[in-house]
């Protein structure tokens, strides 16, 4: 069965740096492209980025761009979200999943907050 385990949130000042990681099972993960998610308190959830199979491909959400990095490790079965420069509206918990599935794992929070 598939699983997705984020990990790596938590709670940091502004400005400050985190990565998080997703150990994914249960499916072909080097053969499936990923997105991380995230759901603000009161809101819906949304894209944060998308990366191909290769890791050639990206897609970043504006809000993002040019703060935030993702990639993924095959070999690892891991994808990974590099976030620099938090601000406070980056609070959310972030979830990764894959195109090839519908289930979600139980996600890692991140708060941004001095």
């Known amino acids: 069965q598939v699983q997705l385990v984020e990990s790596g949130g938590g709670l940091v000042h502004p400005g400050r740096s985190l990565t998080l990681s997703c150990v994914a099972s249960?499916?072909?993960?080097?053969?499936?492209?990923m997105i991380w998610y995230r759901q603000a308190p009161g809101k819906e959830r949304e894209v944060v980025a998308s990366?191909?199979?290769?890791?050639?491909?990206?897609y970043y959400a504006d809000s993002v761009k040019g703060r935030f990095t993702i990639s993924r490790d095959n070999a690892k079965n891991t994808l990974y979200l590099q976030m620099n420069s938090l601000k406070p509206e980056d609070t959310a918990v972030y979830y990764c999943?894959?195109?090839?599935?519908?289930?979600w794992g139980q996600g890692t929070q991140v708060t941004v907050s001095s």
């Open positions: 999943k894959s195109v090839m599935s519908s289930y």
């Open positions: 990366i191909g199979v290769s890791g050639g491909t990206t």
């Open positions: 249960g499916f072909s993960f080097s053969y499936s492209a």
